[in-house]
């Protein structure tokens, strides 16, 4: 019997496939949590690169849009790569990439090597969102669970952007940017190499093509992912555009630095849960009927926020993240439904591209709403844009609908 119908033959057993779906989801998981923090560790440095280079404002914003412009730019790219390369060579090439891309940053002298440094990082990140996603939908698909899984991974993104910044932070009172940036390469190296132990064995991969084999070659529905990529665009949207004013909220009912650094911690708290709450509650109850909860709620208590006084607003804001970051969760968990096996690393890149583009643009156009109208009129034009958001779950729900006859 060769190795292959070996693991074939283990992971008949129950035990043997949880066992490999359990570390492909830890490496998913890992993978999410550090690219993730390693992304937003950037917000912690920028005051400091300003201050160490003589960077313009626009400059400063060049070098955060250097990083995630070149991650949401490649992630098409990277899922057709993976098809000729391999999905865990290229994730875990990736995760060494942006490893090394810190320790470039930590060597930078000036400004174009800094640049060149975080384009680097974000071509090695774009392989981890639609990869990682594909693999965990792959690996749960014949035993069930696909939307709850993809709900711990999405969850395990928003430990990372809380625990690495943090982490930075700490570091840069003990030590100095270039060595804390330098401990952040060797973070993603080591990632890189647990990613690898992880999801490189032959049992793994074995399960991966029994449960490529199970999916119906036909299965997919071209006008639902539309739908579903156009429901993620504008929740992403009104997601960050909210966060854009938040700050300019608090500060008119009073709140001061730290108040406003309160507010946003109890908002991604919430958010972090969730994500992991509503992916639980996306497969139990339905995808539209979760949608319609988590973005009517998050229309009303946006319009909310703009009327209670601040004590109420604090009360508040774990529940506005709650739903305000939930419906991704719950948004991530169909993907796999709606596009057929063999494209699903092309549909999680199109999806995180679409989503990621449309958070981008989201502070300019609403900022300038903002400029124009004031910014209670633009909050209560976010709340009413978000509940386009309910006809277009419909359309969702018609394709896996279609999907499921």
Same mark, same amino acid.
């Given at each position: 019997?060769?190795?292959?119908?070996?693991?074939?033959?283990?992971?008949?057993?129950?035990? =043997?496939?949880?066992?490999?779906?359990?570390? !492909?989801?830890?490496?998913?998981?890992?993978?999410?949590?550090?690219?993730?923090?390693?992304?937003?560790?950037?917000?912690?440095?920028?005051?400091?690169?300003?201050?160490?280079?003589?960077?313009?404002?626009?400059?400063?914003?060049?070098?955060?849009?250097?990083?995630?412009?070149?991650?949401?730019?490649?992630?098409?790219?990277?899922?057709?790569?993976?098809?000729?390369?391999?999905? !865990?060579?290229?994730?875990?090439?990736?995760?060494?990439?942006?490893?090394?891309?810190?320790?470039?940053?930590?060597?930078?002298?000036?400004?174009?090597?800094?640049?060149?440094?975080?384009?680097?990082?974000?071509?090695?990140?774009? !392989?981890?969102?639609?990869?990682?996603?594909?693999?965990?939908?792959?690996?749960?698909?014949?035993?069930?669970?696909?939307?709850?899984?993809?709900?711990?991974?999405?969850?395990?993104?928003?430990?990372?952007?809380?625990? $690495?910044?943090?982490?930075?932070?700490?570091?840069?009172?003990?030590?100095?940017?270039?060595?804390?940036?330098?401990?952040?390469?060797?973070?993603?190296?080591?990632?890189?190499?647990?990613?690898?132990?992880?999801?490189?064995?032959?049992?793994?991969?074995?399960?991966?093509?029994?449960?490529?084999?199970?999916?119906?070659?036909?299965?997919?529905?071209?006008?639902?992912?539309?739908?579903?990529?156009?429901?993620?665009?504008?929740?992403?949207?009104?997601?960050?555009?909210?966060?854009?004013?938040?700050?300019?909220?608090?500060?008119?009912?009073?709140?001061?630095?730290?108040?406003?650094?309160?507010?946003?911690?109890?908002?991604?708290?919430?958010?972090?849960?969730?994500?992991?709450?509503?992916?639980?509650?996306?497969?139990?109850?339905?995808?539209?009927?979760?949608?319609?909860?988590?973005?009517?709620?998050?229309?009303?208590?946006?319009?909310?926020?703009?009327?209670?006084?601040?004590?109420?607003?604090?009360?508040?804001?774990?529940?506005?993240?709650?739903?305000?970051?939930? !419906?991704?969760?719950?948004?991530?968990?169909?993907?796999?439904?709606?596009?057929?096996?063999?494209?699903?690393?092309?549909?999680?890149?199109?999806?995180?591209?679409?989503? $990621?583009?449309?958070? =981008?643009?989201?502070?300019?156009?609403?900022?300038?709403?903002?400029?124009?109208?004031?910014?209670?009129?633009?909050?209560?034009?976010?709340?009413?844009?978000?509940?386009?958001?309910?006809?277009?779950?419909?359309?969702?729900?018609?394709?896996?609908?279609?999907?499921?006859?």
């Amino acid at each position: 019997m060769t190795a292959l119908n070996e693991d074939i033959a283990l992971t008949e057993s129950p035990t =043997a496939d949880t066992s490999v779906r359990r570390r !492909t989801l830890w490496a998913a998981c890992s993978a999410h949590a550090v690219h993730d923090g390693l992304t937003d560790v950037i917000y912690v440095l920028l005051p400091i690169w300003q201050l160490q280079f003589g960077l313009s404002l626009a400059q400063v914003g060049l070098l955060r849009g250097a990083y995630s412009g070149t991650m949401a730019s490649f992630q098409l790219l990277a899922s057709r790569a993976a098809k000729r390369w391999g999905r !865990t060579r290229l994730l875990v090439g990736g995760t060494a990439l942006a490893g090394l891309a810190y320790l470039c940053v930590g060597l930078a002298d000036g400004l174009p090597l800094l640049l060149l440094a975080l384009m680097l990082g974000g071509l090695g990140a774009s !392989t981890q969102h639609p990869l990682a996603s594909s693999m965990v939908s792959d690996t749960y698909e014949a035993g069930g669970g696909v939307k709850e899984a993809l709900s711990q991974y999405n969850f395990s993104g928003d430990i990372g952007k809380m625990l $690495i910044p943090a982490l930075v932070g700490v570091l840069l009172t003990v030590v100095t940017w270039r060595t804390s940036v330098t401990l952040m390469g060797v973070l993603g190296l080591v990632a890189a190499g647990m990613l690898w132990w992880l999801i490189s064995s032959s049992r793994a991969t074995a399960v991966r093509l029994k449960t490529a084999a199970r999916a119906p070659a036909g299965q997919g529905s071209v006008s639902g992912l539309r739908a579903l990529l156009l429901t993620g665009i504008v929740d992403s949207a009104v997601r960050m555009g909210f966060l854009t004013f938040l700050p300019f909220v608090l500060t008119s009912k009073g709140a001061g630095t730290a108040g406003i650094g309160l507010a946003l911690a109890l908002l991604f708290v919430g958010g972090a849960f969730g994500k992991l709450l509503c992916g639980y509650l996306g497969a139990r109850f339905g995808m539209m009927k979760t949608v319609w909860l988590t973005e009517s709620m998050t229309a009303l208590l946006i319009i909310l926020a703009l009327y209670l006084p601040l004590a109420g607003m604090m009360v508040m804001l774990p529940l506005l993240g709650l739903a305000l970051n939930g !419906t991704s969760s719950v948004l991530y968990g169909v993907v796999p439904e709606l596009s057929s096996a063999e494209k699903r690393e092309h549909a999680f890149a199109l999806f995180y591209t679409g989503t $990621i583009g449309g958070g =981008a643009l989201a502070p300019v156009v609403f900022g300038r709403l903002g400029d124009v109208t004031g910014i209670p009129v633009a909050m209560m034009t976010l709340a009413a844009i978000l509940l386009l958001t309910l006809p277009l779950s419909w359309c969702v729900q018609r394709g896996l609908d279609r999907v499921h006859r």
